[in-house]
Nanobody, 124 residues
Framework: QVQLVESGGGSVQAGGSLRLSCAAF????????MAWFRQAPGKEREGVAV???????RYADSVKGRFTISQVNPKNTQYLQMNSLKPEDTAMYYC??????????????????WGQGTQVTVSS
């Protein structure tokens, strides 16, 4: 059984930083696409960043230059380093995964596994 567990959320002032973690348990796929999504109250879920098993990354325009997605070996933990945070980054952040080696249509395609989410609150 695959389980994704996020951590690292919290409250921070604008301009600050947070690092989110996503630990994958029971995930033994050699090829995968891992993603971070977020959803603010009253808004649709949006993709933030993705990384595949070869380390290729993509970012939403709203976070380019501020957020960095990475992974460590063994590749069962992903991180989302968030710098220069803005109040509009406030949301519940979720990690997601699917067993394919390239993140096609990263923001709209189906992900097989989801974490429970971690809250990020940025105050002005």
């Amino acid at each position: 059984q695959v389980q994704l567990v996020e951590s690292g959320g919290g409250s921070v002032q604008a301009g600050g930083s947070l690092r989110l973690s996503c630990a994958a348990f029971g995930y033994t796929f050699s090829s995968y696409c891992m993603a971070w999504f977020r959803q603010a109250p009253g808004k649709e879920r949006e993709g933030v960043a993705v990384i595949d098993s070869d380390g290729r990354t993509r970012y939403a325009d709203s976070v380019k230059g501020r957020f960095t997605i990475s992974q460590v070996n063994p590749k069962n933990t992903q991180y989302l380093q968030m710098n220069s945070l803005k109040p509009e980054d406030t949301a519940m952040y979720y990690c997601a995964a699917k067993p394919v080696g390239y993140c096609y249509d990263p923001w709209t395609s189906k992900y097989n596994y989801w974490g429970q989410g971690t809250q990020v609150t940025v105050s002005s």
